[in-house]
């Protein structure tokens, strides 16, 4: 049997450049791979970016989550950085994850979590 020994999240996008920025103010290197792809890294974690023609980021429903070390420094961060999108606060789950949330300008869910305290 073989081992696994990573996974990536596919997030459409619609033009590689501006997501390439996007995803730079949130705190990833990003590399373009030609005019239709692009590498977003950041610690252990890589999302490929692919544009998608007629993306409508309204009825996107692609989602990816980070485990992260702090989500609520993660959120300040993100929240300084002024990145497009919609940044969701950071709340503790009844099952024991404090979560929080960012939406990119194309309707990607980035859910982000860190071991929280129960019962939120």
């Known amino acids: 049997m073989t081992t696994f020994t990573a996974a ?16 730079r103010a949130l705190g990833f290197a990003v590399d373009l791979s030609g005019p239709h792809y692009a590498f977003a890294r950041r610690d252990a ?3 490929h970016l692919a544009v998608v023609d007629r993306l409508d980021p309204a009825t996107s429903n692609s ?4 485990y992260v070390e702090d989500a609520d420094a993660l959120a300040a961060q993100w929240a300084a950085a002024g990145a ?7 709340v503790d789950t009844p099952y024991g994850m404090r979560e929080g949330a960012h939406i990119d300008p194309w309707g990607n869910l980035l859910r982000f979590g860190s071991p929280g305290r129960a019962g939120g």
Do not use: E, F, Q
């Open 63 to 66: 989602a990816v989550y980070l």
């Open 45 to 47: 974690v890589t999302l």
């Open 84 to 90: 497009a999108g919609r940044l969701v606060d950071t």
């Open 8 to 23: 990536a999240a596919i997030l459409p996008v619609g033009d590689p450049a501006a997501a390439a920025a996007h995803y």
